[in-house]
């Protein structure tokens, strides 16, 4: 069975859509390097494609789009490269299987934020990290009353990427900041307010959505985006009564009050010290006390630095970022804990944010040069 499923479906007068599926169900449709090559040359290819009016990107099965990267590959491919040195100096990273994933990964992503051709997005059910990262780039991003986001990644020691720079310090009153370094759950109507979904269609309309696509005239290329819009606002209207209601939106002037501070270390302490009757506040909390505090400074260094950058500037920020948390211990004893051994107990390189040496932050952060 191929991991990723292309094929065009034929409209009026020699139209198409291009459909993307993501195929590992079992898996929830995580993705592996081969399924980002693949995808980005078809992208490639049918950007190219005049009878291709506009792209369709859903995932197998009803319980994922997508739930993030094939991380068990990338801890795999780091411990074998690393089991006889102590780290894995700048060239050895870049050229090993885990940079490769990263520098891939963000370029099709950047690229679906680019794309020229409209890009509709069916995320419905869980859409994690790497899932995330392709969702929030198309043009049409439509969830269900099943749809689950987060970027959960501090629970494995890294930190939000996948253009996480970038769309979490676009959403209103700094929420971004608290759903990056807990990794809270968020819904449907959560992810309207924040920004990161155009439309709320519920998710047994799915079939019946895609064969009326099929039936519109296409014929006219800058009607398109127009005419997505009115078919997803009707399906939408009629699904209404099955939505749930935002969580965050309910708690947002308590989560603005919790990251008021200006510093890590008091948003870390007021937010794990608090008493919340709500239980999505508690989950979150649970959530940011079981996360490694290395990896929740990395995230805040991160998402202070990249406030004023450009998406293409987020994802190459990002790639350093990322290369240099495949070169420490932290990442890979939190896939081990949570994904391989699944023990769920990692043994953090910190308990404490104030233990953590400020020079290595700054490593973090310094540029990896392939030399």
């Not at 969702?135 to 749809?147: D, L, P, Q, S, Y």
């Not at 990161?196 to 009607?223: M, Y």
């Not at 501070?261 to 008091?266: C, G, R, T, V």
Request: charged content about 20%.
């Amino acid at each position: 069975m191929t991991d990723i499923i292309f094929s065009e479906l034929s409209c009026k007068h020699g139209c198409k859509i291009g459909v993307i599926e993501l195929n590992k169900p079992k898996a929830l449709n995580a993705l592996s390097l081969n399924m980002i090559r693949l995808m980005h040359e078809k992208l490639i290819m049918w950007a190219s494609d005049d009878n291709i009016r506009f792209i369709i990107m859903q995932g197998a099965g009803d319980k994922a789009f997508c739930a993030g990267g094939d991380v068990v590959s990338l801890y795999h491919a780091i411990k074998s490269s690393t089991e006889a040195k102590a780290v894995l100096n700048d060239y050895e990273i870049i050229n090993n299987p885990s940079g490769e994933f990263f520098t891939l990964e963000y370029k099709l992503d950047l690229y679906i934020h680019e794309y020229t051709k409209p890009i509709l997005a069916w995320g419905d059910g869980y859409v994690f990290g790497g899932g995330l990262g392709l969702f929030a780039g198309a043009t049409h991003r439509i969830t269900t009353e099943k749809t689950i986001m987060a970027m959960p990644e501090t629970a494995i020691g890294l930190y939000p990427d996948v253009g996480a720079s970038w769309f979490l310090n676009q959403m209103p009153n700094n929420l971004g900041l608290f759903l990056g370094i807990t990794g809270a759950f968020f819904n449907t109507a959560d992810a309207k307010y924040l920004g990161l979904s155009d439309f709320s269609i519920e998710s047994s309309k799915n079939k019946t959505l895609i064969n009326e696509l099929c039936q519109v005239d296409w014929t006219v290329q800058n009607d398109i985006s127009d005419k997505l819009d009115n078919i997803l606002r009707d399906f939408e209207s009629n699904s209404c009564s099955v939505m749930p209601v935002s969580k965050v939106q309910e708690n947002e002037s308590i989560i603005t009050s919790l990251i008021l501070h200006n510093n890590i270390d008091s948003i870390y302490n007021t937010i794990v010290n608090a008493s919340f009757e709500d239980k999505w506040l508690r989950t979150a909390q649970q959530k940011l006390y079981s996360a490694s505090v290395l990896s929740i400074l990395i995230t805040y260094k991160q998402l202070e630095l990249s406030k004023n950058f450009s998406i293409a500037e987020c994802f190459e920020a990002e790639k350093n970022l990322s290369y240099r948390c495949c070169q420490y211990t932290e990442f890979s004893e939190g896939v081990r804990a949570q994904l391989v051994d699944k023990d769920k107990n990692p043994q953090w390189a910190f308990n404490k944010l104030s233990d953590i040496n400020p020079e290595l932050i700054q490593w973090f952060f310094t540029k990896v040069t392939n030399t």
